[in-house]
Each structure stands twice: as structure tokens, then as C-alpha cells.
């Protein structure tokens, strides 16, 4: 049975931070909130993969870390976007405020890229934007109202150390996805 896997930085600790930014879209129609407690930048998604190419993977993660020559550094979380445009939203999400933690994020990726590509997975087919996502749009009941927020607010979520990159699984389920470290790699 293959497993549902992306590679992350988690917001360990933002959870409340991430839980204010979404209070601005309480109620909003077809808006769907993500769990706060789950936020992180997805940094690569694998998608369903053999459990035996895991220890690989993680080997593979040791070395993008290696060649990113990234260290632990501090990112600062805040305002708001969209995916794909402000006439069709489909994702709302918070970002990185500081050009530092943006370059780090973006070498991380670019790093884990080429690496899982070189593996046989499928490359990005759009530009890496760092990111944690916070709503899903279902339908545009309450666009106008998003689209409003997003242009007017900047939100700041605070700072976050960011020392370790990780391995997850995601469970689908009907109340949405549920994830799980799988492993870790230090930076």
C-alpha cells in the first residue's frame, strides 16, 4: 500500500498566530479553514509512494540539505495570497515577510527538487512560492469577501526558528487530510 508523502517545514508553534489570521475569514461561504495546528510549507509533495523507497528518500533529503548549504535560520510569517488569481481563488495562504527566510525556503526546495527528480518523481510545474495554506476556496460564495481581505490585510503570524525539514504522510479522511512525521532531517 503506498503512502501519500511531501517533504515540509512545519509552523511548530504558530498554530494560534495561523488561528488569528483565519478569524478574518470566519464564516465566509465556501471557504473551508485548515487545521492551524497542521500549517507548514510544503517544500516538495512526492505524492503516493512505495513505503520501501522511504529510507532512500531520507537519504536523498540528508543530501538536498547538504547541497542547499542552508543552516538554521529564522523566517517571518505573515500576510496573505492567493492561488491561482484574485478573479479564481482556490487556495488562501500566508508567506514569508523577510527576504532571508524566503531565500533559505527557496534553496531548500530547489535543493529537495533536484534530488527527488533524480529519484523518478515528478518535477513542480509551477514557480515555488513558500507558503502555509489556510483555507481552501470550494466555491465562490464569499469571493467578493476574500478577495477584500486579501487586498486590504497583512497580516504578521510571527517569527519561527526553522532547524529541521520533514517527512510526511498524509491521510485523506472526511474531515481532511491528517498528517504524520514519517522522519526528520536537521539542517
Known sequence: ????????????????AVAAVQNRFDGVSG??????????????FLGDTDPDRVADIVSALET?????????????????????SLSYISVVWSGVHDGQGDAELTALHEAIEDRTVAMGFDPEDREFTPH??????????G??????????DDPDMGRLRVAEIRL????????????????????
Not at 500500500?1 to 494560534?16: E, H, I, P
Not at 471557504?31 to 516538495?44: G, I, M, N, S, Y
Not at 538536498?64 to 491561482?84: H, Q, R, T
Open 143 to 152: 469571493k467578493e469577501t476574500v478577495q477584500h481581505v486579501v487586498e486590504s
Open 1 to 16: 500500500m503506498t503512502k501519500r508523502l511531501f517533504v515540509s517545514v512545519d509552523l511548530d508553534g504558530l498554530a494560534d
Open 168 to 187: 510526511k504522510e498524509s491521510e485523506l479522511g472526511p474531515d481532511g487530510p491528517t498528517y504524520r512525521t514519517v522522519d526528520s532531517v536537521s539542517l
Open 64 to 84: 538536498a540539505v547538504e547541497d542547499s548549504g542552508v543552516n538554521p535560520f529564522e523566517a517571518e510569517f505573515g500576510g496573505l495570497g492567493i492561488f491561482p
Open 132 to 141: 502555509a495554506t489556510i483555507a481552501r476556496m470550494d466555491h465562490a460564495g
Open 31 to 44: 471557504l473551508r479553514l485548515t487545521d492551524p495546528e497542521q500549517a507548514h510549507v510544503t517544500l516538495k
